[in-house]
């Protein structure tokens, strides 16, 4: 594994994008890893009672996806400095053996020669429609 | 009813340590469908400059969901209704990456309570530190209970 160069980074930069899907056997995987049960993420019926077409992907679990582009481009998943994103729509993965597909991509939007830290805008989106609210990332590049 | 602001400043008392294992990390990489070989294999950690294997950005969540999130859950006066709430957002400062092994302890402040278009909104500071007291992560994160303001 190399770790990527601050030199060799320019504002612009498109990261290579990732493709992921999830099915509802992702959703209950990282629902037990995450610790976080709440059943909106498995089961239909409650799903249905909280007015949703499906059951849907825990948020955190699109971050992690996201944040996959930024430490596969960066080399050292320990460059990343800051992180944040809002959540702004779901991801339905109906119990259908096909799931979601998310569709991952980012770009460099800032270099702070000081620091020799980079920020990384991303995206995720599902449907066509982004699913984060401007997700962010800086990450400190060594040379 | 609205949530109560003078709940502002209230704070939850460090966690016990929290011992993070090296099956945990490679449960929740797999978990996220990371293959990054940093999860697993302590030769490509020491590679990348790391003591032991790490963990991946988001993993500190399960620490959070299972120590702050689990303690304003079971806060009765604050009053949050959780059939109502969802995760509006999240942010992570990361003062160095979570390692194999690390004994961490977590402290949790509400820094902010708001209502806005009939929703509350609860900003949630959690410090996770060495059990030494070093920094480790800071995170913040937005409860939003729908249609309770």
Redesign the interface.
């Given at each position: 594994m190399t770790t990527r160069s601050y030199a060799g980074v320019s504002v612009g930069d498109e990261l290579p994008p990732l493709t992921v899907v999830l099915t509802r056997e992702n959703l209950v995987r990282y629902a037990g890893a995450s610790l976080d049960f709440n059943k909106i993420h498995w089961d239909d019926k409650t799903a249905a009672e909280a007015g949703l077409p499906d059951v849907i992907a825990h948020g955190m679990l699109t971050m992690a996806l996201v944040a996959r582009v930024v430490t596969d481009w960066a080399g050292d998943p320990g460059a990343l400095m800051t992180y944040r994103t809002k959540f702004t729509r779901p991801v339905i993965v109906p119990n259908d053996g096909v799931g979601a597909t998310v569709e991952l991509t980012g770009r460099v939007t800032e270099k702070d020669d000081t620091e020799r830290t980079v920020r990384v805008e991303l995206t995720a989106k599902f449907e066509g429609k982004t699913v984060l609210g401007r997700p962010m990332a800086v990450v400190r590049l060594l040379s | 009813m609205a949530l109560d602001q003078s709940f502002i400043g209230r704070t939850y008392p460090p966690s016990p340590p929290y011992e993070v294992g090296v099956e945990?990390i490679r449960?929740?990489a797999?978990?996220?469908?990371?293959p990054?070989?940093?999860?697993r294999d302590i030769e490509?950690a020491r590679?990348?400059?790391?003591p032991t294997v790490?963990a991946?950005?988001?993993f500190v969540?399960?620490i959070i969901?299972?120590q702050a999130i689990n303690m304003l859950e079971a806060d009765d006066e604050l009053g949050l209704n959780w059939r109502q709430v969802?995760?509006?957002?999240?942010?992570?400062?990361?003062h160095?990456?979570i390692v194999a092994g690390d004994e961490l302890r977590l402290s949790a402040v509400i820094e902010n309570i708001m209502s806005r278009a009939g929703n509350d909104f609860v900003l949630v500071r959690t410090d996770v530190t060495s059990v030494s007291g070093e920094p480790v992560c800071v995170g913040?994160t937005t409860l939003v209970a729908r249609g309770t303001a």
């Open positions: - | 945990k449960e929740f797999d978990a996220i469908g990371d990054n070989p940093v999860y490509a590679a990348a400059g790391h790490i991946p950005p988001t969540i399960t969901n299972n969802v995760h509006g957002e999240q942010s992570f400062t990361y160095r990456p913040t």
